[in-house]
């Protein structure tokens, strides 16, 4: 068992944390191990600013959705190839092996561009129809304030009875 850190080591560590490196690298800098740092800051209310991690970890999730992107669209340009081929064979063999690649390219581009789904244009449209709302409750509002009631403007009504298609 590690003898116990002293109160130096203990002050080296908060120091390091404060001055923004992260836990392992205050590990590295200090030679404490990575969950005693956790444990000392932690017992400080020292807490490690994890914006840098979840900026690169953004970027990877981005790097790695354009990756499938490329791959699915490199996948139907093989399928392509794979169908001139078919379509060009007499050989009743080389028929059904292109066909079965066809087949297996294209699952393979329908299960990669599934990993992200489809874009979330009902996200788009409920917001511009929310501001639309907004913006008709706010003049609605307006209207109120601006024309005493004897003298708004009149509100249209459908027609009414049997004249109607």
Do not use: W
Not at 102 to 118: E, K
């Amino acid at each position: 068992m590690p003898a116990p850190l002293t109160p130096e080591q203990r002050e080296a560590v908060l120091a390091a944390a404060r001055s923004g490196a992260s836990r392992n690298e205050v590990a590295r800098q200090t030679g404490v191990s990575p969950a005693s740092v956790t444990r000392i800051c932690t017992a400080a209310g020292v807490s490690f600013d994890r914006t840098a991690t979840a900026i690169a970890v953004e970027a990877r999730v981005i790097d790695q959705k354009a990756a499938r992107v490329n791959l699915a669209g490199n996948l139907l340009d093989d399928v392509a190839e794979a169908r001139v081929r078919l379509h060009r064979t007499s050989e009743p063999r080389d028929f059904f092996d292109l066909a079965r690649s066809v087949a297996v390219l294209t699952n393979a581009h329908v299960r990669i561009i599934s990993v992200d789904g489809p874009p979330d244009e009902s996200a788009e449209v409920g917001s511009m129809l929310g501001n639309l709302f907004k913006m008709l409750q706010a003049q609605h509002g307006a209207d109120q304030e601006q024309y005493p009631e004897a003298t708004r403007p009149p509100v249209l009504e459908p027609p009414q009875g049997d004249d109607q298609p």
